[in-house]
C-alpha cells in the first residue's frame, strides 16, 4: 500500500520540516543580527553619553576658571575704586581748606588795598594798616626774630 502519493506525503513532511528548520534558522540569524546591532547602539549610546558628560565637565571647569577670574578683577577694581574714593575726599578737603585760605588772603589784600570793608567777622580799616604788609620783600625784616611765647608769659595777658 505504498502509493506514490504517500511517499510524496512523506517527502513534502521532510521537505516541510526542511524548510521550517530554515525558516528557524533564519529567524536565529536575523535575530543574533538584531541583538549585535542593538548592542552596538547601546555602545554607541554609551559613548555619546560620556562624551557629552566630558564636555559638560570641561565647560565647568572653563566656567569655574573665569568666575575665579573675574572675581580677582571685581576684588582689583573695588580696591582701586576704593583707594580712588579716599584720594578724592582728601582733594575735596584740601579744595575747601585751600578756598577758605584764598578767601582769606583776598580778604586781607582787600583791605591793604585801602577798602575798608566787612566781611566774615574782618574789619579793616585801610589807612591805618601797616603798607609793609603789601609788599612781601619787607616781610623779610619783620621775620628775622622768631615769635616765641614761654608759658609764664602766656598768663600775664
Known amino acids: 500500500m505504498a502509493s506514490p502519493g ?3 506525503s512523506g517527502s513534502s513532511l521532510l521537505q516541510t520540516s526542511g524548510s521550517e528548520e530554515d525558516l ?10 538584531r541583538m549585535i546591532s542593538n548592542r552596538e547602539s547601546a555602545r554607541r549610546s554609551r559613548m555619546r553619553k560620556q562624551k557629552h558628560l566630558d564636555d559638560l565637565t570641561a565647560q565647568v571647569n572653563q566656567l569655574r576658571k573665569e568666575n575665579s577670574r573675574i572675581l580677582t578683577s571685581l576684588t582689583l577694581t573695588t580696591r582701586h575704586h576704593s583707594a580712588v574714593e579716599a584720594e578724592n575726599s582728601v ?10 585760605r584764598l578767601q582769606s588772603l583776598s580778604e586781607i589784600l582787600h583791605c591793604l588795598n585801602g577798602n575798608a570793608t566787612i566781611t566774615s567777622g574782618l574789619f579793616c580799616d585801610g589807612p591805618q594798616v601797616n603798607n609793609s604788609f ?13 615769635i616765641m611765647a614761654s608759658v609764664g608769659n602766656m598768663f600775664l595777658y
Do not use: C
Not at 528557524?24 to 543580527?33: F, S, V
Not at 603789601?134 to 622768631?146: C, G, V
Open 91 to 100: 582733594l575735596r578737603t584740601q579744595m575747601v581748606e585751600l578756598g577758605n
Open 6 to 8: 504517500g511517499t510524496s
Open 24 to 33: 528557524q534558522a533564519l529567524m536565529d540569524q536575523k535575530r543574533q543580527k
Open 134 to 146: 603789601s609788599h612781601p620783600w619787607n616781610l623779610m625784616y619783620m621775620n628775622q626774630q622768631p
